[in-house]
Each structure stands twice: as C-alpha cells, then as structure tokens.
Nanobody, 124 residues
Framework: EVQLVESGGGLVQAGKSLTLSCQTS????????IGWFRQAPGKEREAVSA?????????FYSNSVKGRFTIARDSAKNTVYLQMNNLKAEDTAVYSC????????????????WGRGTQVTVSP
C-alpha cells in the first residue's frame, strides 16, 4: 500500500522556522519525484517545492518561498523534508506532499500519490 505521511506542522510566530517531513512507503522512493503543496482556506492549491528522482538533481521552488524554503530527500529513510525559514503569515496553509514519476508533472500539481497534509499556522 502506497503511503505518504506528513508531519512537523504546527503553530509558530512569524520569522520562526519549521521542518516538515514526508515519510513514504509502498513504492520505489528513488524512482519518484516528490513535491510539496499548500492550500489556504479559499485559495487554490499551490505548488511550493519539488525534488526530482534520486539521480536527476532537479529542484523547484515557487517564487513565494524561494530563498526561505529548502527541500531535501533522504533515500535511507524514504523521506523528503521541507525546511521553512523566516515564516510569514501568508505561509499559513495545509501542506501536503505528493509523489510522481515525472518531475515536470509533480511541480505543476499533478501526482500519482498524495498525503493527507499537515497544518502550518504562522501568527503575525
């Protein structure tokens, strides 16, 4: 059974940091690109960051998080991390991770497998 489980969300003050984790199982981790997405109430889902399959070395960041967020994958743990620094109130959303064979697909918001999400709330 394919599973993606997000963790690490919470309530933080603006300017602080959080690290989200996406623990995966049930598929060949190194063959999949992984993306992070967020959706705030009343807004469309936004692709935040994506990392390609293990050997391709491609990374994407949206303009809204570039320079503040860092994505990384750990093949030993089948996990992808999203380090979020200098958080802003507008980063408040439910953050989800997703997996797909194609980096070009996952960074545009389409993926084979999805997690359920973790809430990130940034207070002003």
């Amino acid at each position: 059974e394919v599973q993606l489980v997000e963790s690490g969300g919470g309530l933080v003050q603006a300017g602080k940091s959080l690290t989200l984790s996406c623990q995966t199982s049930g598929f060949t981790f190194n063959n999949y690109a992984i993306g992070w997405f967020r959706q705030a109430p009343g807004k469309e889902r936004e692709a935040v960051s994506a990392i390609s399959a293990a050997d391709d070395n491609l990374i994407f960041y949206s303009n809204s998080v570039k320079g503040r967020f860092t994505i990384a994958r750990d093949s030993a743990k089948n996990t992808v991390y999203l380090q979020m620094n200098n958080l802003k109130a507008e980063d408040t959303a439910v953050y989800s991770c997703a997996a797909d064979h194609l980096f070009s697909t996952v960074k545009t918001g389409w993926a084979d497998y999805w997690g359920r999400g973790t809430q990130v709330t940034v207070s002003p």
